[in-house]
């Protein structure tokens, strides 16, 4: 199976970056997406932004224009750079990648925005 490491998570003020790293490792071959889903207290995971193979992006409504995902094929690796945080983006962030169309997730990794 595919196994995913995060980092980069933390605390930071309001308008402040964060830059979160997810790589791939395992089993990768037929990975296609790779992206970002946040889960809030009482709220349901969602969709930050993804990212295909092919370099095709989507992005959340909520973070388009703040927040840019990329990734390295060579080192099976997504980011995402999250610039002009703001308090509601306070979540666990998940990495997520899909392979055959079935999604393999990361542990977590807590962003808290906060002055």
């Known amino acids: 199976q595919v196994q995913l490491v995060e980092s980069g998570g933390g605390l930071v003020q309001p308008g402040g970056s964060l830059r979160l790293s997810c790589a791939a490792s395992g089993s990768i071959f037929g990975i296609n997406s790779m992206g970002w889903y946040r889960q809030a207290p009482g709220k349901q995971r969602e969709l930050v932004a993804a990212?295909?193979?092919?370099?095709?992006?989507n992005y959340a409504d909520s973070v388009k224009g703040r927040f840019t995902i990329s990734r390295d094929n060579a080192k099976n690796t997504v980011y995402l750079q999250m610039n002009s945080l703001r308090t509601e983006d306070t979540a666990v962030y998940y990495c997520?990648?899909?392979?055959?169309?079935?999604?393999?997730w990361g542990q977590g990794t807590q962003v808290t925005v906060s002055s």
């Open positions: 997520n990648v899909v392979k055959w169309g079935s999604d393999n």
């Open positions: 990212i295909t193979s092919g370099g095709s992006r």
